[in-house]
């Protein structure tokens, strides 16, 4: 994540990108923004803040050579000399307009910015950033003519949020530039990500948290729900959590000791594991530091709500391991022929 209260905009441009699977050809401005105050304190705002939020970042990827990759090249072209802004920043729209390998791809404005004083970590540095804004929002405009007003609708940009950005610091480490990127329209994440940027995920601890819960809560999806039921699904998922919490290691002999009493489950989780690694070509550590920002982040994507057939569900705390185990109970009733839960509590919130 990044901070922004010290950053200003230098140079910003506007284009229009086409897609030449239907004939819409690219537009290209021949000079900077001139922003009135107005303006320009409204558009900062609006393309840094989503990356305040952002605790994943990436690098710059390429088959054979890094240094081949054409937005890692046009963004160290701009660090090093700004003055030709203008035509780098038409050959980035132009490396878009080629990817653009699908008619389902949008068009759209596209504005490339060059930032300063953007904070990351603990110091401030210089930054590229891409925006492409594919959905444009109808709303109503008042005017005044011959002592009346009147209105129509115009189309334009809407102030929250744009659909797709990248910001690319002026700053590595071992693995490359620093970059983030955020796509509110996922229906084309490959196009933004792997074709036009052509970035990967670090090998960091903000990864291997990631892809860590990710594989516990795939496994609670796969394995536990439909082998042990919801209660055992959220109480897994809430211990995971708490495990997490508790440690600033993970390592996964402790991680499996600590989370399972059967060895049975162990045995299925480490299964499920190798399979995990090779259907999504990743590899999963034995031992890591967490990340902080990147627990907070998968947290919130943990369910733990026992859905029943009965149009009943109960909702368990992720934050809370020990709740289920003491104060739920599953059992089967053979009056009625079907599963129960009962419920302890000393009264309602």
């Known amino acids: 994540?990044?901070?922004?209260?010290?950053?200003?905009?230098?140079?910003?441009?506007?284009?229009k990108v086409g897609n030449k699977f239907n004939d819409t050809k690219n537009a290209f401005s021949n000079a900077s923004v001139d922003f009135d105050e107005a303006t320009y304190n409204l558009i900062?705002?609006?393309?840094?803040?989503?990356?305040?939020?952002?605790?994943?970042?990436?690098?710059?990827?390429?088959?054979?050579?890094?240094?081949?990759?054409?937005?890692?090249?046009?963004?160290?072209?701009l660090f090093n000399d700004d003055s030709e802004f203008v035509d780098?920043?038409?050959?980035?729209?132009?490396?878009?307009?080629e990817q653009s390998n699908s008619a389902q791809i949008k068009t759209g404005d596209v504005m490339v910015c060059y930032f300063e004083n953007i904070q990351y970590q603990d110091y401030f540095t210089d930054a590229i950033g891409i925006?492409?804004?594919?959905?444009?929002?109808?709303?109503?405009?008042?005017?005044?003519?011959?002592?009346?007003?009147?209105?129509?609708?115009?189309?334009?940009i809407q102030a929250k949020k744009v659909d797709k950005g990248c910001l690319i610091l002026n700053s590595s480490d071992l693995e490359g530039k620093i970059v983030f990127s955020v796509d509110n329209n996922n229906y084309d994440a490959q196009y933004w990500i792997n074709s036009f940027l052509n970035i990967k995920y670090p090998d960091d601890s903000n990864q291997h948290t990631k892809n860590y819960i990710e594989l516990c809560r795939e496994f609670s999806k796969e394995v536990l729900q439909p082998n042990f039921g919801g209660q055992e699904q959220s109480n897994f998922l809430a211990k995971t959590v708490d495990?997490?919490?508790?440690?600033?290691i993970v390592n996964i002999e402790t991680f499996k000791e600590e989370i399972f009493e059967e060895e049975d489950q162990i045995r299925q989780f480490e299964d499920y594991k190798k399979v995990y690694e090779t259907e999504n070509s990743i590899l999963i550590r034995n031992q890591f530091d967490v990340s902080e920002i990147a627990l907070k982040k998968?947290?919130?994507?943990?369910?733990?709500?026992?859905?029943?057939?009965?149009n009943i569900q109960i909702k368990l705390d992720v934050d809370a391991p020990d709740a289920s185990a003491e104060y739920l109970e599953r059992g089967y009733d053979e009056n009625k022929k079907m599963h129960y839960y009962k419920v302890f509590f000393n009264a309602e919130a």
């Open 1 to 15: 994540m990044i901070k922004r209260q010290k950053a200003s905009i230098k140079k910003l441009i506007i284009h």
């Open 44 to 77: 900062l705002p609006y393309l840094l803040k989503p990356f305040v939020s952002a605790a994943e970042t990436y690098r710059f990827n390429h088959h054979s050579d890094v240094s081949l990759n054409e937005i890692n090249t046009y963004s160290d072209q």
């Open 88 to 97: 780098v920043s038409k050959h980035m729209v132009t490396h878009l307009f």
């Open 131 to 156: 925006f492409k804004i594919e959905n444009k929002t109808e709303f109503f405009q008042t005017y005044l003519e011959q002592n009346s007003y009147d209105i129509l609708v115009q189309k334009g």
């Open 243 to 248: 495990f997490f919490k508790e440690n600033e």
């Open 298 to 310: 998968q947290k919130q994507k943990i369910k733990t709500e026992i859905k029943l057939d009965t």
